[in-house]
């Protein structure tokens, strides 16, 4: 009778031991499971790379296989906000560049939609009841 009452024993201290870990978040297997893996500085390049892309918060998170809480946490970071600041920078240095080049081919709609996209750029509507500037150039005989 002892050894089925340690069996039984041993089986409830297991089944206990299991239940806490599925309930703390841990995984004999992997290790602590509750709490994700952040950021780290060293992946700043390739934060950089998705800033260049113009990615949303939510797709940078999905691409780090974090929350977008863990990049909300990031973004107050000084590394974080400088390596995507620094890629949307590069990503606009970029847009001009090629807005230069199908200007010189001659497709300025392209160039335009694209400047208002990602570069902020607009159609400028002079008001129709602004006074026109009236140059007089003194005649050269």
């Given at each position: 009778?002892?050894?089925?009452?340690?069996r039984?024993?041993?089986?409830e201290?297991?089944?206990?031991?299991?239940l806490?870990?599925?309930y703390?978040g841990?995984d004999?297997s992997?290790?602590?499971?509750?709490r994700?893996?952040?950021?780290?500085?060293?992946d700043?390049?390739?934060?950089?790379?998705l800033?260049?892309?113009?990615?949303?918060?939510?797709?940078?998170?999905a691409?780090?296989?974090?929350?977008?809480s863990?990049?909300?946490?990031?973004r107050?970071r000084?590394?974080?906000?400088e390596?995507t600041?620094r890629?949307?920078?590069?990503?606009?240095?970029?847009?001009?560049?090629?807005?230069?080049?199908m200007?010189?081919?001659?497709n300025?709609?392209i160039?335009?939609w694209?400047?208002?996209?990602?570069l902020?750029?607009?159609?400028?509507v002079?008001?129709?009841d602004?006074?026109?500037?009236?140059?007089?150039?003194?005649r050269?005989?």
């Amino acid at each position: 009778m002892k050894g089925l009452t340690r069996r039984l024993e041993k089986l409830e201290r297991a089944m206990t031991t299991d239940l806490l870990d599925v309930y703390f978040g841990f995984d004999q297997s992997r290790g602590r499971t509750g709490r994700e893996k952040g950021i780290s500085a060293k992946d700043s390049m390739e934060v950089e790379r998705l800033g260049m892309l113009q990615c949303s918060d939510q797709e940078i998170a999905a691409w780090f296989g974090v929350s977008e809480s863990v990049i909300q946490r990031c973004r107050q970071r000084r590394w974080f906000r400088e390596a995507t600041e620094r890629g949307r920078a590069k990503s606009k240095i970029w847009v001009r560049r090629a807005q230069m080049q199908m200007l010189a081919k001659g497709n300025a709609s392209i160039a335009r939609w694209l400047g208002k996209q990602i570069l902020g750029q607009g159609d400028e509507v002079e008001p129709a009841d602004r006074p026109i500037p009236v140059i007089v150039l003194p005649r050269i005989d």
